[in-house]
């Protein structure tokens, strides 16, 4: 794709960091503070919070940061989203460079300059990092080791920790301004998988997208399992959504939560009045479960801190991310094309 290089190779970029933020009370000074420990120069960088209404002391916590730092702004987001505040960011900005970071995460302390590194080095029109999750709370850890099991996930590039190369999404990420806006910035209709669209675009108008295990950043995931439902949930709704949007077919990866909690439902209660039936569901589910257990006790990346414990959280984790995922695939079958 051609964007405008507003830029020169010998000079650094003025950096523009955007941060969507909503009741992250939290997590927000652990984000800020690995933010400010950059090595890039402080004075060729902004970062910008775009605070959604809060319930909890988030903004004021951002306005001591804000009182100390001159370069720290916060930004109003009254809608919300976490696409509207990104947009507010990205209009707003100062730079010639976006990155998008995530307030659920910290950043190695040479995160931006690598990210700047990579933009200029690649020529992709979008570069960040693998998704390294890392877990406070036992829930939490087994929460941060489903992604990196191909049984949870589907295997996504953005989720390998030593993958260098081309791929077709990045979590967050690190773009020109210019390429933001030759895009259409990011779609305000949409309330999740925001990122996904927006690779989309840049992928549909001929750009690239890049990651390398050079960049790196640690995520902090949902940390109980009805926040992890609720998540999954609207992930797959919205998957939807990008998918009618860009009329591309959805991949296996996508579709299989959706076909298990059709079987699983119809197929329960057929098994009431079908001893053959109920033969099969039994068997299909414990064909699943022995997948599941496989996959949780044969995972590598898994945190070892707690013990055994933690491959049985994670069977749990499995089975709440299919069946939440695949419900809102359903619902959103029947929110944005059927209706």
């Known amino acids: 794709m051609k964007t405008t290089n507003s830029f020169s190779d010998n000079a650094l970029p003025f950096v523009t960091v955007v941060i969507p933020v909503r009741n992250e009370h939290r997590y927000i000074r652990s984000c800020l503070d690995s933010v400010l420990s950059q090595d890039y120069p402080a004075d060729r960088l902004e970062i910008l919070l775009c605070v959604s209404p809060s319930e909890d002391d988030t903004e004021e916590i951002i306005m001591e940061y804000q009182e100390k730092y001159d ?14 505040g990104v947009n507010t960011g990205i209009r707003a900005a100062k730079g010639d460079c976006i990155v998008r970071l995530d307030a659920h995460t910290e950043f190695a302390s040479d995160y931006i300059s690598k990210c700047i590194e990579y933009l200029l080095k690649t020529g992709a029109d979008n570069v960040g990092g693998p998704t390294i999750v890392k877990g406070k709370t036992p829930v939490q850890r087994a929460v941060a080791a489903a992604y990196y099991s191909s049984f949870a996930l589907g295997g996504g590039k953005q989720h390998i920790k030593d993958y260098e190369g081309y791929s077709d999404t990045v979590s967050f990420g690190a773009f020109k301004k210019s390429t933001a806006e030759a895009v259409g910035l990011f779609d305000e209709n949409l309330i999740l998988n925001e990122d996904d669209d927006f690779n989309f675009k840049i992928s549909e108008a001929g750009g690239k997208i890049f990651i390398t295990p050079k960049i790196r950043s640690y995520y902090y995931p949902r940390d109980t399992y009805t ?21 591309r077919p959805a991949r296996m990866s996508h579709l299989i939560p959706m076909l298990f909690v059709l079987f699983l439902i119809p197929g329960g209660l057929l098994s009431v009045f079908s001893k053959r039936i109920r033969k099969l569901y039994l068997g299909i589910l414990g064909l699943y479960f022995g997948l599941d257990a496989a996959a949780s006790f044969s995972l590598k990346d898994a945190d ?9 959280r994670l069977m749990l984790v499995h089975f709440l991310l299919h069946v939440s995922y695949g419900c809102g695939f359903i619902a959103g079958i029947f929110k944005f094309i059927l209706h």
């Open 227 to 247: 926040g992890l439902i609720r998540q999954y949930f609207g992930y797959g709704l919205w998957k939807v959504a990008v998918i009618q949007k860009h009329k």
């Open 71 to 84: 370069h720290i702004h916060m930004l109003k987001n009254p809608k919300g989203t976490i696409s509207c």
């Open 304 to 312: 070892t801190q707690d013990g055994p414990m933690l491959r049985f």
